[in-house]
């Protein structure tokens, strides 16, 4: 197995009986539906899953799992996804995607929301390696562009792949992709993005992980916070 696919193996493995669990989007949440599907082949588990995306709805049915609608839940057991930054504290950045309010619905639905990701995604700080993705209402994005650049930030709006059109998020929202100071914290751009109005998302998950595995040539770290399960 490569990095990716090992901690997906290993995050699997958290799956009980009963249990409604949320999948994520993206290389390893695909190996991550894979081996939730083949556990609940071999041992016979009953299992419910959520989707963060088209995507991974259709994979997970392809594989032969249960997707029921976020609509019908209140809560879910577990998430597992990946990231594409991770800091010591474990805050993450997400959303290089478009699925970016329906992924942190579920991280924060969920009793336990596991991270699975290789060595390379660890950082120092939010911002390190890729901008911040912040979904907007479409009519507010100039303004809320201007309240965010009062703070330092630099960036401009996302463009679709063919460059010719503005990029609209799986929910309908535009989407700002911003460079911030490397003096303000991870806590405190997370609450100045949270406090921004006309800010619908945004790609910074402050305080919601539960652990975070990493998979490095092979082997297995895993990192834990305070947050109760």
């Given amino acids: 197995m490569n990095d990716k696919e090992l901690v997906a193996f290993k995050a699997a493995k958290l799956a009980k009986n ?5 999948l994520g989007t993206g290389s390893t949440a695909n190996y991550f539906i894979e081996h939730l599907a083949k556990r609940q082949s071999d041992e016979g588990l009953s299992i419910s899953t959520v989707a963060s995306s088209t995507i991974s709805a259709i994979k997970a049915e392809s594989c032969g799992l ?6 019908q839940l209140s809560r879910i057991n577990l998430y597992v996804d990946g990231a594409d930054e991770i800091t010591p504290n474990l805050s993450l950045l997400k959303g290089r995607g478009q699925d970016l309010v329906m992924e942190k619905l579920l991280a924060k639905a969920a ?7 290789d060595k390379g995604k660890l950082v120092s700080r939010i911002g390190e390696k890729f901008i911040i993705p912040i979904e907007v209402i479409p009519d507010a994005w100039k303004m809320v562009k201007h309240q965010l650049e009062k703070h330092g930030a630099k960036g401009d709006i996302r463009l679709n792949t063919g ?14 992709d911003m460079h911030f100071p490397e003096h303000i ?16 998302e945004h790609g910074v998950f402050y ?6 595995l990493i998979a490095d040539n092979g082997n297995i770290e895993v990192m834990l916070t305070q947050k109760p399960l």
């Fill in 163 to 176: 460059k010719d059109n503005v990029a609209v998020s799986a929910h309908g929202s535009y989407i700002l």
């Fill in 66 to 71: 249960k997707v029921v609608a976020i609509s």
């Fill in 111 to 117: 009793n336990q929301f596991i991270v699975v990701a």
């Fill in 207 to 212: 305080g919601i992980a539960s652990q975070v």
């Fill in 185 to 200: 914290s991870d806590e405190a751009l997370n609450t100045l993005l949270n406090n921004t109005t006309g800010v619908v």
């Fill in 18 to 22: 009963g249990m409604v669990i949320g």
